[in-house]
């Protein structure tokens, strides 16, 4: 289930997930960049970064997560209740102050942000079955930081990011120079620490998840072809290169082999491990 935060949190969090799954097997997840950094909240089961030649390495069960330049894989075992927190791309940067690119492809346990208040947050959150109440308690934690901010540099890049949004990420670093009036390596400061991405890099992924709302919602008459043209990519095998960048796998593996927990969060169906879905409330 996908829920919106409070109107006073919209400007620094995009949404709210709860995600619950059942079976005991092990489930081989996926996440890949949509420009939005997150925090995960695990009630149940474990989160594994490694399963391989013998080393298993679990996931804190609270842990702020920095954007990701390349996708990740991770193993969930057993029966799992998972809140993920997922902020606007500037979302970090302005509740926490700290510069975004300081976080770029780290995952870290909220104790090391929040101290003592994170066991205390996490506790209370535990201890709920009603989805309501759990979002007065996210809602009412992150409110409590929103009076401590103090960030320099919103109005730029809110208003560029707008523009790429509103361009499908089909912009150039010159189009965002022409836009805004400052000059190229002051855009990239910006950027680097208030989202913790290059221009170029974050009007690639949103434009690759342009394209993945046109998969989403295609046609019967719709292709592939059709859908990346309209996405702006020059023909098909430059958009299966860039899919391939950012999620390892194809578009047509993307449909046909995944079971997608959100559109940029999935569990990979695979022969070698036992499968059991997760699925989202």
Known sequence: MQIAPTKELSPYIKHYLFLEGAGDGIKKLRLFSDGNTGMVLLFKGNLISNYHDHKVLNYPNSFLYGQISEFKDLYLEGK?????VVFQPFGINHLLGIPANELR???????VFFGNQS??????????????????????????????ISVSNQTIIHSTL???????????????VKYTGYTER???RIFNESIGL?????????????????????????????????????D????????????GITPSQYLNHTSRLAINFMEIKADTIRMSGLYNL
């Not at 993945?212 to 309209?230: F, G, M, V």
């Open 198 to 234: 290059s221009p170029k890099k974050f009007g690639n992924i949103v434009k690759l998840h342009f394209f993945l709302h046109l998969l989403k919602y295609k046609s019967d008459q719709s292709n592939i072809t059709d859908l990346c043209y309209e996405a702006g990519y020059a």
């Open 186 to 188: 002051h855009i990239e």
């Open 162 to 176: 707008n523009f790429i949004l509103k361009n499908k990420g089909s912009v150039t670093v010159n189009h965002l």
């Open 236 to 247: 098909q095998s430059h958009l299966i290169k860039e899919f391939k960048k950012y999620t």
């Open 80 to 84: 799992a209740s998972i809140i993920i």
């Open 119 to 148: 066991a205390l947050f996490y506790e209370k959150l535990s201890k709920q079955s009603l989805i309501e109440t759990k979002l007065q308690i996210l809602n009412s934690f992150f409110i409590e930081l929103i009076t401590k």
């Open 105 to 111: 492809d780290s995952i870290i346990d909220t104790e």
